[in-house]
């Protein structure tokens, strides 16, 4: 999707790591580990990205520091779309299906762009912890660890039916999006 809005990968991979990580100042070569890029292409489209206003620098230690300019003019859509495409669900919904039986998917926190004091995550039935342990880490690019919850389906439906905190505000916030809900009103009603 982005590729389309825009004409370089690097470019792109650069956007989200700044938009998303807003007070963070980064070097050349440690964006070039981080994104696993040739140094001349991050190089050059950080000054594409200078030129244009969204990033800025400061030298400090004898190094130049890039970081995001949060008064660009359009900064807030840019980061949206970033935002958007970043914790794009789709491919989140169907690589965490194959790690099998997903009953109820909820996504709280950074993935719908709020701080969050419990988790990111809570999924309801039976997957591979390991797997997706695995690929939390090194698939998902975040500005934090993703906290997650893994529960079966007879525990949800235990704290569904004593109106557990926890569960009763993850899936009554109107602003966390339910990805996969698999339980039928009969079942239990997931709002409560």
């Known amino acids: 999707?982005?590729?389309r809005l825009f004409t370089s990968n690097t470019r792109i991979k650069l956007m989200t790591v700044f938009l998303m990580n807003p007070a963070e100042e980064y070097f050349i070569r440690e964006l070039t580990r981080k994104l696993d890029e040739q140094i001349n292409s991050i190089r050059r489209e950080l000054d594409n990205l200078k030129r244009v206003g969204l990033l800025k620098t400061r030298t400090k230690n004898r190094k130049k520091y890039y970081y995001v300019n949060t008064g660009f003019?359009?900064?807030e859509e840019l980061k949206s779309i970033i935002i958007k495409a970043v914790s794009s669900n789709e491919n989140l919904i169907k690589d965490i299906q194959k790690m099998g039986e997903v009953?109820?998917?909820a996504l709280s926190g950074q993935f719908v762009d709020r701080p969050t004091?419990?988790?990111d995550m809570l999924i309801v039935?039976?997957?591979?912890?390991?797997?997706?342990?695995?690929?939390?880490?090194?698939e998902l690019r975040t500005k934090r660890p993703i906290k997650f919850t893994v529960m079966n389906e007879e525990d949800y439906r235990y704290r569904q039916s004593c109106k557990d905190k926890f569960v009763s505000d993850l899936m009554n916030d109107e602003d966390n999006q339910i990805a996969i809900n698999k339980m039928t009103l009969a079942d239990v009603d997931v709002r409560l």
């Open 117 to 119: 004091t419990s988790v």
């Open 103 to 105: 009953i109820v998917l």
């Open 125 to 138: 039935g039976n997957v591979d912890r390991e797997r997706l342990t695995q690929y939390i880490n090194n």
């Open 73 to 75: 003019i359009i900064y």
């Open 1 to 3: 999707m982005l590729k």
